[in-house]
């Protein structure tokens, strides 16, 4: 049964982006067969902003794996095209990956378990103003604004921590994983645990890193 189109002036824009054709084209049916027009299709981070920013679109579907980058891709447009909504999808995606599409301006994440028939239904709950992500991550984006939120210990004077020592430690404070902070600060996961446990045996601490895979 076709899925009616969401009540709007008129038909929602859509582009669609995959370095697959065929998955193109499969998003592309399970969107116009619920009533929706895909406006153009594109291939990489550079075609999909150009799409976007030339047919005005109302939202992007795209894939997590674009070449040139998603999360740069998400940046592009939420920067250039605000008022265009940002879909993305992944047969899987870590909690980190999925922190850092929603910091570009992602307003949904679908993974690959997902009914294609759901399509439609998502999109036109995020052109509603609604999110569209997995359910367990709800949880993991309250627990990031807690950790946001949550006031930090002071590092004692005199301890001797380097700038970046501090740093470290205080992001860590604060509840990031050794993968999140390396992000954050464009350093590696190693150079993150040297600078940790540097400050953790300058402040007579206990060890803070999170196991390799948490928070990711």
Do not use: C
């Not at 095209?81 to 999808?89: D, F, G, K, R």
């Not at 540097?198 to 990711?216: D, F, M, Q, V």
Request: aromatic fraction near 2%; hydrophobic fraction near 45%; charged fraction near 25%.
């Amino acid at each position: 049964m076709t899925t009616p189109a969401p009540s709007r002036l008129r038909v929602p824009r859509i582009v669609v982006a995959d370095e697959s054709a065929i998955i193109r084209s499969a998003l592309r049916v399970a969107l116009e067969e619920g009533g929706m027009l895909v406006e153009a299709e594109a291939r990489d981070r550079k075609e999909a902003n150009d799409a976007v920013l030339r047919f005005a679109a109302d939202i992007i579907v795209l894939s997590a794996a674009l070449p040139g980058g998603a999360v740069g891709a998400t940046e592009d447009i939420a920067r250039s095209h605000p008022a265009t909504e940002i879909v993305l999808y992944a047969p899987s995606a870590t909690d980190e990956f999925m922190l850092r599409v929603v910091a570009a301006g992602a307003h949904g994440f679908l993974l690959g378990s997902t009914d294609p028939r759901r399509l439609p239904h998502t999109v036109a709950g995020v052109l509603q103003g609604e999110a569209a992500f997995p359910r367990r991550f709800v949880r993991v984006m309250a627990d990031e604004l807690a950790r946001r939120h949550r006031p930090l210990r002071r590092v004692p004077p005199g301890a001797g921590l380097t700038a970046r020592e501090e740093e470290v430690h205080g992001l860590l404070e604060a509840g990031l994983s050794r993968e999140a902070i390396s992000v954050r600060l464009g350093i590696s996961a190693a150079t993150v645990r040297s600078h940790a446990t540097r400050a953790e045996r300058k402040l007579h601490a206990p060890p803070r890193i999170p196991a390799s895979g948490a928070g990711t």
